[in-house]
């Protein structure tokens, strides 16, 4: 069962958290007020923003909202039979495809080497001006509980950049973000030091899913090639373009199938049990504490999915 943020807080944090609460106790949490949300997903390789947030990248993008994909190193050694500048390249122009299926704004490959990624002061500063150059109202991040250092230390040069996108002389040549974002983790597996805990969960059936998995087969040297070498089921990928298609979209319904399975009474409490109980492939978020915190009301005008 999920429990919201506030019960899961100790209580000697509760007058903190309630004056926090009082802060961003706005309607809206949009930097401007034409009603356009601006969201900025961090992931720490090229694909990684693609598998846990393409459908609602793809949603957001049909109703008009701005979506910038971000990952924060290169994926030049992300394959086993080719590396450097070639892989990068390779990987940049699969990216690139995949949000052009999606249908957003930008997808940016940062040129940091693959496997070495550092949380240093640079990369802070680096991380806090995306963030304050596209002055986004949502900003999505792995959490830092992963096998992947790379993916460990995304999540902390996001986190170390949440209050300072607000602050004017943390990089006082990129305007700062007036009204804190709100930052929320990809869902993931990992158990320790606690799990996933979703606060709202986002059916992608139809359309939008649809385009997810041809953006998923678009990944080719990642999910055709590396991926699938690395895992030992590189003989189980179709040769003809159709059937690997078909296979890497089938891979990615079953893990997405998963999510919606395991946050079925999310589901339901979010859209209602007749609908809740049918849907098939989901995307699931948990709201971090290092930006604003909003009410459930205010989340759902974030992820504006639920009429």
């Given at each position: 069962?999920?429990?919201?943020h506030?019960?899961?807080?100790?209580?000697?944090?509760?007058?903190?958290?309630s004056?926090?609460?009082c802060l961003f106790?706005?309607?809206?949490?949009?930097q401007?007020?034409?009603?356009?949300?601006?969201?900025?997903?961090?992931?720490?390789?090229?694909?990684d923003c693609?598998?846990?947030?393409?459908?609602?990248?793809?949603m957001?993008?049909?109703?008009g909202?701005k979506?910038?994909?971000?990952?924060?190193?290169?994926?030049d050694?992300?394959?086993?039979?080719?590396a450097?500048?070639?892989?990068?390249?390779?990987r940049?122009k699969?990216?690139?495809?995949?949000g052009?299926?999606?249908g957003?704004?930008?997808?940016?490959?940062?040129?940091?080497?693959d496997?070495?990624?550092?949380?240093?002061?640079?990369?802070r500063?680096?991380i806090?001006r995306?963030?304050?150059?596209?002055?986004a109202?949502?900003?999505?991040?792995?959490?830092?509980?992963?096998?992947?250092?790379d993916h460990?230390?995304?999540a902390?040069l996001?986190?170390d950049?949440?209050?300072?996108?607000?602050?004017p002389?943390f990089?006082?040549?990129?305007?700062r973000?007036?009204?804190?974002?709100v930052?929320l983790y990809y869902?993931?597996?990992?158990q320790?030091?606690?799990?996933?805990?979703p606060?709202?969960a986002?059916?992608?059936d139809g359309?939008?899913?649809?385009?997810k998995?041809?953006?998923?087969?678009?990944?080719?040297?990642?999910?055709?090639?590396?991926?699938?070498?690395?895992a030992?089921?590189?003989?189980?990928?179709?040769?003809?373009?159709?059937?690997?298609?078909?296979?890497i979209a089938?891979?990615f319904?079953?893990?997405?199938?998963?999510?919606?399975?395991?946050?079925?009474?999310?589901?339901?409490?979010?859209?209602?049990e007749?609908?809740?109980?049918?849907?098939?492939?989901?995307?699931?978020f948990?709201?971090?504490?290092y930006?604003?915190?909003?009410?459930?009301?205010?989340l759902?005008?974030?992820?504006?999915?639920?009429?």
């Amino acid at each position: 069962m999920h429990t919201s943020h506030l019960l899961k807080t100790p209580v000697r944090y509760l007058i903190l958290a309630s004056l926090t609460l009082c802060l961003f106790s706005t309607s809206a949490f949009g930097q401007d007020d034409d009603g356009v949300l601006r969201i900025i997903a961090f992931g720490a390789h090229p694909d990684d923003c693609e598998v846990r947030a393409s459908g609602v990248a793809a949603m957001w993008a049909k109703m008009g909202h701005k979506v910038k994909f971000v990952s924060v190193t290169n994926g030049d050694i992300g394959h086993y039979a080719m590396a450097g500048g070639p892989l990068a390249i390779t990987r940049t122009k699969e990216v690139e495809a995949c949000g052009e299926i999606l249908g957003i704004e930008e997808s940016v490959v940062l040129d940091n080497h693959d496997g070495e990624l550092m949380p240093t002061l640079e990369n802070r500063k680096k991380i806090a001006r995306l963030i304050r150059d596209w002055q986004a109202d949502i900003v999505l991040t792995p959490r830092p509980n992963d096998y992947h250092p790379d993916h460990r230390y995304t999540a902390i040069l996001v986190q170390d950049a949440a209050f300072m996108v607000t602050v004017p002389y943390f990089t006082p040549d990129t305007p700062r973000i007036e009204k804190n974002p709100v930052f929320l983790y990809y869902y993931d597996r990992f158990q320790k030091p606690y799990p996933f805990d979703p606060d709202i969960a986002v059916s992608i059936d139809g359309e939008a899913g649809a385009q997810k998995y041809e953006c998923m087969a678009a990944l080719r040297s990642q999910f055709s090639d590396w991926n699938a070498w690395h895992a030992g089921y590189l003989d189980q990928v179709p040769k003809d373009e159709e059937g690997r298609k078909a296979f890497i979209a089938e891979m990615f319904q079953r893990r997405d199938a998963a999510v919606a399975d395991k946050y079925r009474d999310l589901l339901i409490s979010l859209y209602g049990e007749e609908r809740g109980r049918v849907i098939k492939h989901a995307e699931a978020f948990e709201v971090s504490e290092y930006g604003s915190q909003p009410s459930m009301e205010q989340l759902k005008k974030l992820f504006p999915f639920f009429e």
